[in-house]
């Protein structure tokens, strides 16, 4: 739902893109999409790494994952209808399941937002 594309994967690494359109649940009535659909992008593209690390190691179905915690988001711009958010995730520690991870989203060269997350992966 929020994301596009996996562009690349490499190492603890993944970049993951996304079109803003005009069907998208976070949007807003001003055309741009609202903070928590910006941290929503940089949640799911941290889950698009997990699946494509899961379908790498033989899984059959995805892993599901929870957001534990969202630390230090900043967000300089919201994103427009039309606007590509290229994001980078970089992934951290794991204990028990849990990751923490580091996303930083653009539109262009421009850092528009970035965060850190405890997410909970959930092998089924």
Do not use: W
């Amino acid at each position: 739902m929020m994301v596009d594309e996996v562009l690349s994967v490499k190492g603890d690494e993944c970049t993951c893109q996304l079109t803003i359109r005009q069907d998208n649940f976070f949007l807003e009535q001003d055309g741009m999409i609202a903070e928590p659909g910006v941290i929503e992008h940089i949640a799911q593209s941290a889950s698009a790494y997990a699946g494509v690390r899961a379908v790498e190691a033989g899984a059959t179905t995805p892993p599901v994952g929870y957001i534990g915690e969202v630390k230090n988001f900043r967000i300089t711009q919201r994103p427009h209808i039309g606007d590509v958010l290229t994001t980078t995730i970089t992934m951290g520690p794991e204990v028990q399941g849990v990751t923490i991870i580091t996303g930083v989203a653009r539109i262009g060269d421009e850092i528009i937002a970035e965060t850190q997350m405890k997410i909970f992966v959930r092998e089924d």
